[in-house]
């Protein structure tokens, strides 16, 4: 049996970065990592209770009880470290948007489980990094997005054993994204978007998306010449265009011009990479037109992480 862990009495602040999951050929291995931070604050209470805020996105919507994805991961943690605390004190300052593929709810859930392993003395002996990636997966259901939001950078993540793992791929300091969020679509779950996939695809195109998500591994890493065929996709992405209409025409748009665009996750964020100078990645961001908010950002190197300000 664990021994009942010793909480610190200082508060602990985190940053977990934005993620892209899929990369269009990858489904559910493949992730990025995203200069778009969500910072969250967390300090051991004496008294029982909970004490929450939310400011930025989700601050009107986002739970302040145990619910909170973040309060439910943190929880999670302290289980599997021997004991939870008597009270907790979270304020959450959110920038990635809710629903949109860029991660959210994975930010939530490697922000809980790094703040609660903070909190603790000793906390990475009592949570390792495996064995929080496996608890992280096993609350998010797959580990693409978890696994990029903790490690940073590009993930090749899979599950073994029932167990969710992942091993970091370097990426070239060159490449960054522009994300092409839509002004007016409503958040797109996960879930509905899975139930939008077919039982079963052609051979051919499971073969054409075994080459591209091998091939996008070597076009992150030292050749982004090759990201516009690394991010061809036939099994997911086609299938769920009715979800998404504005979207997937203007991934199609971006494509037929040679751009490396991609559904971002399950959408509705409609992510291009680029490895050019930033006047050009300008003029790529325009083709949103008034139906997207579009943001260029850097990938970012690092994952969730300590953060002093």
Request: charged share 20%.
């Amino acid at each position: 049996m664990v021994s009942r862990p010793t909480f610190r009495a200082t508060p602990v602040t985190v940053r977990v970065p934005a993620t892209s999951a899929n990369l269009g050929a990858g489904f559910d291995c493949l992730g990025l990592a995203l200069e778009i931070y969500d910072g969250y604050a967390a300090q051991v209470l004496d008294e029982p209770g909970l004490d929450v805020e939310v400011a930025g996105e989700g601050a009107n919507t986002v739970g302040k009880d145990e619910k909170n994805l973040v309060i439910s991961s943190m929880n999670a943690a302290f289980d599997h470290m021997g004991g939870r605390p008597r009270g907790l004190a979270l304020r959450a300052l959110n920038a990635i948007p809710h629903g949109r593929g860029l991660g959210s709810s994975s930010s939530a859930i490697i922000g809980g489980l790094f703040l609660a392993r903070s909190l603790v003395i000793s906390g990475s002996e009592r949570l390792n990094d495996n064995d929080l990636l496996a608890l992280a997966t096993e609350i998010e259901g797959h580990p693409d997005n978890v696994a990029a939001a903790f490690h940073g950078g590009a993930t090749i993540a899979w599950v073994e054993d029932g167990s969710g793992k992942a091993i970091s791929i370097p990426v070239d300091m060159r490449i960054m994204a522009i994300a092409f969020i839509p002004s007016d679509s409503g958040e797109v779950a996960t879930k509905k978007a899975r139930a939008l996939l077919p039982e079963t695809i052609p051979h051919i195109d499971a073969a054409v998306n075994i080459s591209r998500s091998t091939l996008m591994v070597e076009a992150l890493a030292r050749k982004p010449e090759l990201l516009f065929a690394g991010t061809e996709d036939r099994i997911h992405q086609f299938y769920r265009q009715g979800q998404m209409p504005k979207s997937y025409e203007l991934m199609t748009t971006l494509r037929e011009a040679g751009v490396p665009a991609f559904i971002s996750g399950s959408g509705p964020t409609v992510l291009a990479l680029h490895y050019g100078n930033i006047a050009d990645a300008q003029e790529i961001a325009r083709a949103g037109g008034d139906s997207f908010t579009t943001q260029i950002v850097g990938v970012s190197a690092q994952g969730a992480h300590i953060y002093n300000g």
